[in-house]
């Protein structure tokens, strides 16, 4: 069973920076595709970042180019989301989610990712 653990969300002033982890278990890990979405209340789902596992190919949404950074760490299994110069407009709740690296091709859509994690709260206050 795939499992998907998020961790290192909270609260930042806006200018700042936080690092959100996304731990897998359960596949094997160099066969997916790993992203990260996010949801602000009232919003639709927005994917934010993918990495296709074992390679450099990403995709960053508009919104967070330049800005955010995602990276792997293939001995721990474990997917980063760096994100730098956060904007109030960045406050969502976070996800991480997997799934085949054919995802990893195209702009990311949540209705494409099978297995997710809980979630976690980033909160960017002016």
């Known amino acids: 069973q795939v499992q998907l653990v998020e961790s290192g969300g909270g609260s930042v002033q806006a200018g700042g920076s936080l690092r959100l982890s996304c731990v897998g278990s359960?596949?094997?890990?160099?066969?997916?595709?790993m992203a990260w979405f996010r949801q602000a209340p009232g919003k639709e789902r927005e994917g934010v970042a993918a990495?296709?596992?074992?390679?450099?190919?990403?995709y960053y949404a508009d919104s967070v180019k330049g800005r955010f950074t995602i990276s792997q760490d293939n001995a721990k299994n474990t997917v980063y989301l760096q994100m730098n110069s956060l904007k109030p407009e960045d406050t969502a709740l976070y996800s991480c989610a997997a799934d085949h690296p054919l995802r990893c091709f195209r702009p990311i859509y949540a209705s494409d990712f099978g297995d997710w994690g809980q979630g976690i709260q980033v909160t960017v206050s002016s």
């Open positions: 990495l296709y596992i074992g390679t450099t190919r990403t």
């Open positions: 359960g596949y094997t890990y160099g066969s997916k595709c």
